[in-house]
């Protein structure tokens, strides 16, 4: 079976401090990889998609950005929090093919203080 | 104009009856089209896919395709309360396969 794996479940950090979440993926070669950010009430905003090692697409500039070190391995960093990155953060896989469907991690809970 | 739009509902049908969610979208060569539920603080998860004029069925669910007027529906025959969720619509334009857009999702109530 195909597994998408994101953590931590939830995390509370300053403003002004650095994040790193992880999202790894298991069952699947070349997979298209997803960053996508909720917030509170609100519907996903597309936020980094990567079609391969190294091969990152930013939808949305901002202090966030991605990484893709590894096939399975999608990172989303950034070096200094906003109170405004608060969110509920997600991973998502796509298999290559024009009709495939997309499906998500647990998701990280994110609370900037 | 938003690529996936959805009336942010709620939608409140009361248990039994078919519940209606719809969506638009505005690139007109769009190909791909999904539908996901979302229960509150989880991620979401998929119900169908749609890629071809017309209805698609599966259980009480039935996606309708209409490209020519870009619409895309959900029908959920039969509501219970645990389908009580937000339901998004996700669309592939056709300028990046890759890309993968959501709407904002409408959120229904199904009452005993």
């Known amino acids: 079976s195909q597994t998408i794996h994101q953590w931590p479940a939830t995390l509370v950090q300053p403003v002004g401090s650095p994040l790193s979440l992880e999202c790894t993926v298991e069952?699947?070669?070349?997979?298209?990889l997803y960053w996508y950010r909720q917030a509170a009430g609100r519907g996903l905003q597309l936020l980094f998609y990567s079609i391969g090692i190294g091969q990152i697409s930013s939808e949305v500039p901002q202090n966030l950005s991605a990484s893709r070190p590894q096939d399975r391995q999608f990172i989303l960093s950034s070096k200094k929090l906003l109170l405004s990155d608060s969110g509920f953060y997600l991973c998502?896989?796509?298999?290559?093919?024009?009709?495939?469907?997309?499906?998500f991690g647990q998701g990280t809970r994110l609370t900037v203080v | 104009q938003k690529e996936v739009e959805q009336n942010s509902g709620p939608l409140s049908v009361p248990e039994g009856a078919i519940a209606s969610l719809n969506c638009t979208y505005s690139?007109?060569?769009?190909?791909?089209f999904f539908w996901y539920r979302q229960y509150s603080g989880k991620s979401p998860e998929l119900i169908m896919s749609i890629y071809s004029n017309g209805d698609k069925e599966d259980g009480r669910f039935t996606a309708q395709l209409n490209k020519a007027s870009q619409y895309v529906s959900l029908l959920i025959r039969d509501s219970q309360p645990s389908d009580s969720a937000t339901y998004l619509c996700?669309?592939?334009?056709?300028?990046?396969?890759?890309?993968?857009?959501f709407g904002t999702g409408t959120r229904l109530l199904v009452s005993p």
């Open positions: 996700a669309v592939l334009p056709n300028t990046g396969f890759q890309k993968l857009v």
């Open positions: 069952g699947t070669s070349n997979p298209n």
């Open positions: 998502a896989r796509r298999s290559r093919g024009r009709d495939t469907e997309a499906f």
């Open positions: 690139d007109r060569v769009s190909q791909s």
